[in-house]
């Protein structure tokens, strides 16, 4: 009758290596054209990065705080103001933001899209810049030139005051 391995047979053990105490850093950056990139930023010690929230976890300090009149130690956000309400609340609604910016870029004509690359990315980052209304081929008064207030050339404008022409 043929024996079936179990837990407690003797195996052969398989050593792995634990790595290293210390992560690399990345952080994203983007170039003038809105190309992203991801650079290393520095290293950080991973246990030094745990033992700096223990201030944070430990209930004792939380109860003690709380107890001194501090209600923001059970807060799960710190608070802030501002107007809100037209940005995206949920990272779904953020993504379709973006999703709706790609939709409305892939309508653009081919000949204005190729001015950013063909990149919708290129495209939302370049919407601050100088000259952007250019690319896409929208006439931009002269800003530099001293823009004089219209004037009336209608015949009542010129007509004395209490009399109404009737040309």
């Keep these: 009758?043929?024996?079936?391995?179990?837990?407690?047979?003797?195996?052969?053990?398989i050593h792995t290596n634990p790595g290293t105490p210390e992560k690399v850093l990345y952080g994203p950056v983007f170039d003038e054209n809105g190309t992203l990139d991801l650079e290393p930023k520095g290293?950080?010690?991973?246990?030094?990065?745990?033992q700096s929230h223990?201030?944070?976890?430990?209930?004792?300090?939380?109860?003690?705080?709380?107890?001194?009149?501090?209600?923001?130690a059970l807060s799960k956000a710190q608070g802030m103001?501002?107007?809100?309400?037209?940005?995206?609340?949920t990272y779904a609604e953020a993504l379709q933001a973006l999703a709706d910016a790609e939709h409305f870029f892939m309508r653009l004509p081919v000949?204005?899209?190729a001015k950013f690359d063909h990149d919708p990315h290129k495209f939302i980052v370049s919407m601050d810049?100088?000259?952007?209304?250019?690319?896409?081929?929208?006439?931009?008064?002269?800003?530099g030139a001293e823009q004089q207030p219209p004037t009336l050339t209608t015949s009542a404008?010129?007509?004395p005051a209490g009399e109404v022409s009737t040309d």
């Design 1 to 13: 009758m043929p024996k079936f391995a179990n837990q407690f047979e003797p195996h052969a053990r």
């Design 43 to 50: 290293k950080e010690n991973l246990y030094d990065y745990i």
């Design 54 to 72: 223990k201030d944070s976890c430990d209930i004792k300090l939380i109860v003690d705080r709380c107890a001194r009149g501090d209600l923001s």
């Design 81 to 89: 103001y501002g107007d809100f309400t037209t940005l995206p609340r």
């Design 111 to 113: 000949e204005t899209r």
């Design 129 to 143: 810049k100088p000259g952007f209304l250019e690319k896409l081929g929208v006439p931009v008064p002269n800003s």
């Design 157 to 159: 404008a010129t007509a």
